[in-house]
């Protein structure tokens, strides 16, 4: 009843509003053009729907691009490269390399509708992405100047905000000499990237942050962040070598996984990480990376990967007046990868990192065991500011972890898990996946101590790191009718010592239901239900003691996609946000936009617009929502207040080997005057956000 309330009470201009775009998208349609960069792009919010965090997605995007430009062949793809496929599960890539081992091969790319466990959304989803031919990958020679396989790749980006924010001022006003940052309001990105499909990769990325300086003071050598890698698979006795900069992801990463990992998502059943396990790094998160060189090799039936990484890395110094820059105390890391500032300047590479280890795999058929070492060595000794729930943080210089994962296929099931110890402490994880029919179903327990420490870990979770968390997850996806999927989950979670604003062990449970129904392939409907509750410190007590209370948070979401006959689509969202905290007073929120894409075919040119308009109490009410961006740009923006935000992305083909894109968007508000805070501060009631990328493969 409240929901129905809340929504009754919205502003007739932003009820006005809803009606107007949801009565437009009910005009049906014949024919809709994939759009590769659309494409992939549905497949990454897909993932990040459930997300309320801004991450560096720029390396699954480029990835998908490569393959979507050079598809899998079904008839000889291998199951290393459907890994790549991040919305395919390890019991998906089994089944299709099943398939194709029973029925000698696959004469047409429709017969994966004969696939019990690919369901259509999925089949949509990696069409695109693969051909039926008979390309020999394995025999597939290194020829760079073999055009039908290699490809190079340059892109230039670079984004602002129009509006001057506080942190830009004249840096000669005495009122601004504590606190500025050091260069213009411009962020830099180059990349070069030569590549055979996923056999060899050869590339240099190099990135300034707005606010860094370039060329001048503190970074006279340009760039704040050069990157740079060489990856190459099947190179005698090894089946990949990387050099320079990557990814290791071992196991369920409960010990070791520097890789992105999915949590709970909209994919309910897919809780199994089957990544893989080397690979090379081209994106610009400046701390979640390896810096060395790593190893892949088969024997029969063990596989061993081994690696070596040296790096510096950012970390805060304690009283850096009182100390020796030889042999600093570390008091926490700094992972933002910004250097602005003379304070952020200060935590500049003020570390040195040396992470050493192995993986080995054993297969027996339907079982495979892996075990995992890993030990870490920092050159400063690390000691965090103890408060009393970090009572069990890391601390020191060294770290080792140990780890033993297994995961085994019987019929429909498919069991996985895996047991970490770093010392001191244990952490277990183990799940399973069912498939009966049309139905599948997930189940997954985790255990983690709250003393367990692994510094490179991702796996599921409810917090923030893998530590302090038990927890039990429930996933249910099937269709009830024709083109229709629902995908339920339910997660209850404790955590058994103190956390951030928890002052107590406390407990919470999330639920989501997701339906999906699609009468035909040019029109999509979503219904999303979303349920969280869990305890946290009251703000506001006077009490000499922290008081727990219940916080709750409801979320109601409707999507309409639509592609228009011809060059139009159409998409449409409202949604809804409740919470409730404690005693204090219910918060409610409200927000929809509709989105219209246009292609001038003649003009190689397409326009993408959005128009939002958002009505929420506070903050604690704020809702999220995934946009369309600029290639390897992502943005998930959270809107609380009362405002409207509209963009428009243009995509111009300038030739057949080149491309541009510009994104203009504005955020403005109705009920302030100032927005951001701290250095980004604006004084007005408008942010204006402009990117631009030209991208060329030859």
């Known amino acids: 009843m409240l929901i129905f309330t809340s929504i009754h009470k919205a502003t007739s201009f932003q009820l006005k509003i809803a009606v107007f775009v949801l009565f437009g998208c009910f005009y049906h349609n014949s024919y809709g053009q994939i759009n590769p960069y659309e494409h992939i792009e549905k497949i990454i919010e897909k993932l990040l729907e459930n997300s309320d965090n801004e991450f560096d997605y720029s390396e699954i995007q480029d990835k998908l691009i490569s393959i979507y430009e050079q598809p899998f062949d079904l ?5 290393d490269h459907l890994q790549e496929l991040i919305f395919l599960n390890h019991q998906q890539i089994q089944s299709i390399l099943d398939y194709r081992k029973k029925y000698r091969g696959f004469a047409s790319i429709y017969e994966l509708k004969s696939i019990a466990e690919l369901n259509q959304e999925t089949i949509e989803f990696l069409k695109p992405f693969m051909m039926v031919g008979n390309v020999p990958y394995k025999n597939m020679k290194y020829n760079l100047s073999d055009r039908k396989y ?18 830009y001022r004249d840096k000669s006003d005495p009122d601004t000499a504590k606190s500025y940052y050091l260069g213009n309001s411009f962020s830099y990105y180059v990349r070069f990237n030569q590549s055979i499909r996923s056999k060899y990769s050869l590339g240099l990325t190099l990135e300034k942050d707005a606010g860094e300086e370039f060329f001048r003071g503190t970074q006279k050598k340009g760039f704040d962040y050069y990157s740079a890698h060489f990856f190459i698979k099947n190179i005698g006795p090894f089946t990949s070598i990387a ?13 070791f996984y520097s890789g992105f990992g999915f949590g709970k998502s909209p994919l309910v059943t897919d809780i199994y990480k089957s990544s893989r396990r080397l690979s090379p790094y081209k994106s610009v998160n400046e701390s979640n990376f390896l810096r060395g060189i790593a190893v892949q090799c088969r024997f029969g039936k063990i596989e061993m990967t081994a690696f070596y990484s040296n790096k510096l890395i950012d970390g805060t110094i304690l009283n850096p007046d009182s100390f020796s820059y030889n042999n600093p105390m570390i008091t926490s890391f700094y992972k933002s990868g910004y250097h602005r500032t003379k304070d952020e300047m200060e935590k500049r590479k003020s570390n040195r990192e040396q992470i050493a280890g192995a993986h080995l795999i054993f297969h027996f058929n339907n079982l495979k065991l892996g075990l995992t070492t890993i030990t870490g060595l920092f050159s400063n000794e690390f000691q965090p500011q103890i408060r009393p729930y970090q009572l069990y943080d890391f601390s020191g210089s060294k770290f080792n972890n140990l780890a033993f994962n297994y995961s085994f296929a019987y019929k429909s099931f498919y ?9 001191n402490a244990f952490a277990h994880l183990s799940g399973t996946l069912i498939r009966l029919g049309e139905i599948q179903t997930g189940i997954l327990y985790r255990n983690y101590s709250p003393a367990y420490t692994a510094l490179y870990s991702n796996s599921f979770r409810e917090s923030a790191d893998i530590s302090n968390e038990k927890g039990l997850y429930f996933s249910l996806s099937f269709s009830p009718i024709s083109n229709c999927k629902l995908d339920f989950y339910v997660d209850r979670f404790h955590f058994p010592w103190l956390d951030y604003q928890k002052d107590a062990p406390t407990h919470g449970h999330e639920y989501l239901l997701d339906m999906h129904y699609t009468p035909n392939h040019r029109i999509m409907h979503n219904i999303r239900v979303k349920s969280q509750s869990g305890e946290k410190n009251l703000s506001g007590n006077e009490s000499p003691m922290n008081i727990l209370h219940v916080e709750n948070k409801l979320s109601i979401r409707y999507d309409l996609r639509n592609d228009l006959r011809g060059p139009f689509s159409l998409r449409s969202r409202i949604e809804y946000a409740g919470q409730s905290n404690g ?5 409610k929120g409200f927000l929809t936009f509709q989105d219209i894409s246009y292609s001038f075919v003649n003009w190689k040119l397409k326009l993408t617009f959005r128009y939002a308009v958002f009505h929420t109490d506070n903050y604690f009410s704020r809702i999220y929502a995934y946009e369309n961006d600029i290639p390897l740009a992502f943005s998930i923006n959270s809107f609380y207040g009362r405002g409207m935000r509209y963009y428009l992305v243009f995509n111009y083909q300038i030739n057949s080997k080149s491309s541009l894109w510009i994104k203009i968007a504005r955020t403005k508000y109705a009920d302030r005057e100032l927005i951001g805070s701290g250095l980004n501060e604006i004084n007005g009631d408008h942010k204006t956000d402009v990117k631009l990328l030209l991208r060329i493969v030859f």
């Not at 790749?153 to 509006?163: F, M, R, S």
């Not at 050099?243 to 010990?255: E, F, H, K, M, T």
């Not at 005693?583 to 918060?587: L, M």
């Open 75 to 79: 008839n000889s793809v291998e199951f």
């Open 415 to 423: 069991f996985f898990g895996e047991h970490a110890f770093d010392g």
């Open 243 to 255: 050099i320079g900069d990557y990814s290791v992801n071992l196991g369920q990463g409960l010990a």
């Open 150 to 167: 290699s490809r190079n790749e340059v892109i230039l980006k670079t984004k602002t905000v129009a509006e001057k924010q506080l942190g």
């Open 583 to 587: 005693p204090a007073k219910a918060s």
